[in-house]
Nanobody, 123 residues
Framework: QVQLVESGGGLVQAGGSLRLSCAAS????????MGWYRQAPGKERELVAG???????NYADSAKGRFTISRDAAKNTVYLQMNSLKPEDTAVYYC?????????????????WGQGTQVSVSS
């Protein structure tokens, strides 16, 4: 089992910045990747940015040049620095963790999700 706790969402004006944080915790697990997804009303959930266990980053085209994902591996924490925010960035942002979890003598690989944090950008 992996639990994800998110923080940092809020309301900002266009052009402003926010920094999202997500900390993963559990009994016995190792992380493959962590990332951020978002879902706006009436739209499907989409990947915003992800980072692998070796620090490889990838971004949605809409996030490139404005958002930066980073991690603190020792704390199993991922961050998303969002600059130059636009109204179209308004959405619920979800932290995702793909991890190997040890249960008894077996190892499982699963995706885990945070509860979501609201990001609202006004024009």
């Amino acid at each position: 089992q992996v639990q994800l706790v998110e923080s940092g969402g809020g309301l900002v004006q266009a052009g402003g910045s926010l920094r999202l944080s997500c900390a993963a915790s559990g009994y016995s697990f190792s992380i493959n990747t962590m990332g951020w997804y978002r879902q706006a009303p009436g739209k499907e959930r989409e990947l915003v940015a992800g980072i692998s266990s070796v620090g490889r980053e990838n971004y949605a085209d809409s996030a490139k040049g404005r958002f930066t994902i980073s991690r603190d591996a020792a704390k199993n924490t991922v961050y998303l620095q969002m600059n130059s925010l636009k109204p179209e960035d308004t959405a619920v942002y979800y932290c995702n963790c793909n991890a190997r979890v040890g249960i008894g003598s077996k190892l499982y690989e699963n995706n885990y999700w945070g509860q979501g944090t609201q990001v609202s950008v006004s024009s």
